[in-house]
Structures are given as structure tokens and as C-alpha cells.
């Protein structure tokens, strides 16, 4: 068995045991709103169907046989999981059904299946709107809001939040409408919008101190460090992460840590402390591998190999750049396929195979125009621009070196400023 063959293995393997723990999650959370009965009915029930349906198939393929009829269990299948919403509906009452399938959402979302999430907050939307229980509505909808939001889908969770927003303001939920401000800040933030996502943030903090919601407090500082990083202002940043890290420990909350690690590993790599971002990225991996979630480990591979070519260390950046480029389309995150694919410019360029390096560098900046992510854009170009002048085209350099410097002045990132206008200056005057 080759390399590659081993880390499909691997891969599949992983999507098992995700599958595995999402299932046994859900069954979980069913089972404290419907009691054991409902789940041990479920599962006979799928046991005796899949028996029932391989021994028939067995039978047309002329293979019956009391071997052949060992059953899977797993909620993945659309029958099975259909099957378990029947049998909650049937036991539950308008508001109870709603508010588990809700938690469904989570579960879910905390592992990375955002196209499953998004699914059952649609169903919850049409439940609630049905029933007149705009409470349910407006939680909802602004969960779908923060699920569009991590798939870049811009103008779908800005109609998401802003109509649960109305909602809110309507029964005078302030924490509510805070994790709206929030999630609009880090929108912003993610496609270079700063001095707005600052404000966001520093609105959404007052509200979430005041009602001393503590771990959104946290997730509101993680944000206000990642807007501090962006502006170069590194030791800030850290400082904010360590002042959110308590919050989400006390919390136990395992995703915002591994969010949390990555964030500290990107401000030490900004720093040029590599082997700190390093550690910093290995004990986010820890945490987003805890949870299978795709998209975390990912980040987690995409950073490690970001800091070992800054080590020039080429191939060892590639094998962990290729690592998170599968797990980033697992679920279709393409913001950071993105990211994997302008770094693999970087790693071919630096090997001198300028065509491939090309290639990667067009899809990276396609990719972040379609989501019009200006920090992303003005990374890449910059990165382009040092290829063209490894290549001696000078004139092609300094367009991408002034388009790189336009964009990082309107989102604000002073130190990407500060080092592009520095180059621009040195090959102007060479």
C-alpha cells in the first residue's frame, strides 16, 4: 500500500469515527428529550429493517445466508435519520420538537457538517413560522446566519441575521442581538471591513459584560485579537486571546479553544516566532481532532505548513498544505481552500516551478474575489509579486505590488502596509 493509499485509509477512517460520534451525540440529545424508550425503539428498528432489506437482497442475488446479514447502524443514511425525526415528532409537542432539533443543529455544526446544520435550521424556521413561535424563528434564523457566515455565503447570512435582528429587537433580547453584532463583526473582519468589525465588537462586548454572558464575552475578545492582528499589532492581539482563554476553559468549550490556539499560532507566526506557532498549532489540532471537525483541523495543517515554509522547510509544508486542502473541501470551506491553494503558490514558487505557482496564485485570487475577501486579495498579490520579481519581470512586480498596497490600506492592515510600501520603494528606486 503506497503513501497516498494509507492516508485515504486514514481519512476514511476519520469520517467513520466522526460519523460515529455525531450519531452517538444525537442519539444522546434525543434521548433526553424523548427518553430511552424512543431511542431503543429507533435502534431495534433499524436493525430489524437492514436485516430485513439484505436478506431480500440476498435472496435476488441468490446468496441468502445467515452470514451475510450483519447490520450498520448509522444515522447518516436518509431513511434512518427521517426515520428518528418521525419518531421524535410523534412524541413531542411543537415547541420541544423545535427546540431539539435546535440542538440537532449544534451537533452538526460543532463538527463541521454545516450543510446538515444549515438543513435542520431551515426545518426549524418552517416549524416555527407555521406554529407563530417567532422566538424559535429568530434563534434559527440567526444560527443559519452564523453557518452562512462560515461558508463566506455573505448576502444569505446578512437576510438571515438582519431578519432575526427585527425579531429580537421586537422582545427586547439584547444578549441576542449581541451574538448578531458579533457575528457581524467577524463577517466584516473576515472580508477586511476593520474599523466596522471593531465597531461591531465593541458593541457587542458592552452587552455581553453587562449581562455578564461569559463565554461570548470570550468569543468577543478572541474577535477583537484577530482585528488587532490583522493591524499588526501582535502583542495586543495575544493579550486578548490570553484574556478570552479562561472564559472558554471554564466553559469547556472545545471549539473556541481550538479557534483560540490557531488564533495565538497565527500572531506568533506574524511575529516570526515560528516554532511558538508551532506548539501553538499542534494544541489547536489536539482540540479540533477531539471534536472531527474538518474545517479546525485544517486550519491547524494549513498553519503548520505556513510556519515549516517559513522555515524552508518546502516539503514538509506541502505534505501538511495538501493534508488541509482534503479536509477544507470535505466541506466545501472555500475561503480556505482559498488560503491552501495561494500557499501552495508560495511552495512551488520557491521550487522555481513558476507555471504551477501561477496557477495556484489565479485560483486563490478567484476564489477570494467571488467572496470579495480584500485582506486575502491583497495577500495573494503580494505573494505574486514577489514571484514576478524572482522572475525579473520588474514591471509586473510593482502592479502587483501596488495592488497588494491598495487593498491592505482599506482594510487597515498597518504592518502589511508598512512592509509592501518598503519593497515597492526598494525596487522603484533600483
Same mark, same amino acid.
Given at each position: 500500500?503506497?503513501?497516498?493509499?494509507?492516508?485515504?485509509?486514514?481519512?476514511?477512517?476519520?469520517?467513520?469515527?466522526?460519523?460515529?460520534?455525531?450519531d452517538?451525540?444525537?442519539?444522546?440529545?434525543?434521548?433526553?428529550?424523548?427518553?430511552?424508550?424512543?431511542?431503543?425503539?429507533?435502534?431495534?428498528?433499524?436493525?430489524?429493517?437492514?436485516?430485513?432489506?439484505?436478506?431480500?437482497?440476498?435472496?435476488?442475488?441468490?446468496?441468502a445466508?445467515?452470514?451475510?446479514?450483519?447490520?450498520?447502524?448509522s444515522?447518516n443514511?436518509?431513511?434512518?435519520?427521517?426515520?428518528?425525526?418521525?419518531?421524535?415528532?410523534?412524541?413531542?409537542?411543537?415547541?420541544?420538537?423545535?427546540?431539539?432539533?435546535?440542538?440537532?443543529?449544534?451537533?452538526?455544526?460543532?463538527?463541521?457538517?454545516?450543510d446538515?446544520?444549515?438543513?435542520?435550521?431551515?426545518?426549524?424556521?418552517?416549524y416555527?413560522?407555521?406554529?407563530?413561535?417567532?422566538?424559535?424563528?429568530?434563534?434559527?434564523?440567526?444560527?443559519?446566519?452564523?453557518?452562512?457566515?462560515?461558508?463566506?455565503?455573505?448576502?444569505?447570512?446578512?437576510?438571515?441575521?438582519?431578519?432575526?435582528?427585527?425579531?429580537f429587537?421586537?422582545?427586547?433580547?439584547?444578549?441576542?442581538?449581541?451574538?448578531?453584532?458579533?457575528?457581524?463583526?467577524?463577517?466584516?473582519?473576515?472580508?477586511?471591513?476593520?474599523?466596522?468589525?471593531?465597531?461591531?465588537?465593541a458593541?457587542?462586548?458592552?452587552?455581553?459584560?453587562?449581562?455578564?454572558?461569559?463565554?461570548?464575552?470570550?468569543?468577543?475578545?478572541?474577535?477583537?485579537?484577530?482585528?488587532?492582528?490583522?493591524?499588526g499589532?501582535?502583542?495586543?492581539?495575544?493579550?486578548?486571546?490570553?484574556?478570552?482563554?479562561?472564559?472558554?476553559?471554564e466553559?469547556?468549550?472545545?471549539?473556541?479553544i481550538?479557534?483560540?490556539?490557531h488564533?495565538? $499560532? !497565527?500572531?506568533?507566526?506574524?511575529?516570526?516566532? %515560528?516554532?511558538? @506557532?508551532?506548539?501553538? *498549532?499542534?494544541? =489547536? +489540532?489536539?482540540?479540533?481532532?477531539?471534536?472531527?471537525?474538518?474545517?479546525?483541523?485544517?486550519?491547524?495543517?494549513?498553519?503548520?505548513?505556513?510556519?515549516?515554509?517559513?522555515?524552508?522547510?518546502?516539503?514538509?509544508?506541502?505534505v501538511?498544505?495538501?493534508?488541509?486542502?482534503?479536509?477544507?473541501?470535505?466541506?466545501?470551506?472555500?475561503?480556505?481552500?482559498?488560503?491552501?491553494?495561494?500557499?501552495? $503558490? !508560495?511552495?512551488?514558487?520557491?521550487?522555481?516551478? %513558476?507555471?504551477? @505557482?501561477?496557477?495556484? *496564485?489565479?485560483? =486563490? +485570487?478567484l476564489?477570494?474575489?467571488?467572496?470579495?475577501?480584500?485582506?486575502?486579495?491583497?495577500?495573494?498579490?503580494?505573494?505574486?509579486?514577489?514571484?514576478?520579481?524572482?522572475?525579473?519581470?520588474?514591471?509586473?512586480?510593482?502592479?502587483?505590488?501596488?495592488?497588494?498596497?491598495?487593498?491592505?490600506?482599506?482594510?487597515?492592515?498597518g504592518?502589511?502596509?508598512?512592509?509592501?510600501?518598503?519593497?515597492?520603494?526598494?525596487?522603484?528606486?533600483?
Open positions: 500500500m503506497n503513501k497516498d493509499e494509507k492516508r485515504k485509509g486514514v481519512n476514511r477512517q476519520m469520517k467513520t469515527r466522526r460519523e460515529e460520534i455525531v452517538g451525540d444525537i442519539l444522546s440529545l434525543v434521548r433526553n428529550f424523548c427518553g430511552p424508550r424512543v431511542v431503543s425503539k429507533f435502534i431495534a428498528d433499524q436493525k430489524s429493517g437492514y436485516k430485513m432489506e439484505r436478506r431480500v437482497l440476498n435472496q435476488i442475488n441468490g446468496q445466508g445467515p452470514g451475510a446479514l450483519a447490520p450498520e447502524l444515522l443514511g436518509g431513511m434512518s435519520y427521517d426515520h428518528l425525526m418521525t419518531l421524535c415528532r410523534q412524541n413531542l409537542n411543537d415547541e420541544e420538537y423545535q427546540g431539539m432539533l435546535l440542538g440537532i443543529g449544534n451537533i452538526f455544526k460543532q463538527h463541521g457538517r454545516l446538515k446544520a444549515e438543513q435542520i435550521y431551515g426545518m426549524v424556521i418552517g416555527a413560522r407555521k406554529a407563530n413561535h417567532s422566538d424559535y424563528v429568530a434563534e434559527a434564523l440567526l444560527r443559519r446566519g452564523e453557518v452562512y457566515s462560515l461558508q463566506a455565503r455573505w448576502v444569505q447570512a446578512t437576510h438571515d441575521l438582519d431578519s432575526s435582528r427585527q425579531l429587537l421586537k422582545s427586547n433580547n439584547s444578549v441576542a442581538v449581541a451574538r448578531i453584532d458579533n457575528i457581524f463583526g467577524a463577517n466584516d473582519a473576515e472580508q477586511g471591513h476593520i474599523r466596522k468589525a471593531e465597531q461591531w465588537f458593541r457587542a462586548l458592552r452587552r455581553f459584560e453587562q449581562s455578564k454572558q461569559k463565554p461570548m464575552t470570550g468569543t468577543v475578545l478572541m474577535n477583537l485579537g484577530i482585528v488587532k492582528n490583522i493591524a499589532n501582535w502583542d495586543e492581539a495575544l493579550s486578548y486571546y490570553r484574556r478570552a482563554l479562561p472564559f472558554f476553559q466553559a469547556g468549550d472545545l471549539t473556541r481550538a479557534e483560540l490556539r488564533n495565538m $499560532g !497565527m500572531s506568533y507566526y506574524s511575529k516570526a516566532n %515560528y516554532q511558538e @506557532a508551532i506548539r501553538e *498549532f499542534d494544541k =489547536s +489540532l489536539v482540540f479540533s481532532q477531539q471534536l472531527y471537525n474538518p474545517r479546525l483541523i485544517g486550519l491547524a495543517e494549513l498553519g503548520k505548513a505556513t510556519a515549516y515554509f517559513r522555515l524552508n522547510d518546502q516539503p514538509l509544508a506541502l501538511f498544505c495538501n493534508q488541509a486542502l482534503e479536509h477544507f473541501t470535505a466541506v466545501n470551506s472555500r475561503l480556505c481552500i482559498a488560503d491552501g491553494y495561494k500557499l501552495k $503558490g !508560495m511552495i512551488f514558487r520557491e521550487m522555481k516551478e %513558476y507555471n504551477l @505557482a501561477e496557477t495556484y *496564485f489565479q485560483s =486563490s +485570487l476564489i477570494n474575489e467571488e467572496h470579495s475577501n480584500l485582506l486575502n486579495l491583497a495577500e495573494t498579490h503580494h505573494e505574486i509579486s514577489i514571484m514576478h520579481r524572482q522572475r525579473r519581470r520588474r514591471k509586473a512586480a510593482n502592479t502587483s505590488f501596488r495592488t497588494a498596497l491598495k487593498y491592505f490600506k482599506s482594510v487597515g492592515a504592518s502589511d502596509v508598512i512592509r509592501t510600501q518598503a519593497r515597492l520603494s526598494r525596487r522603484e528606486s533600483a
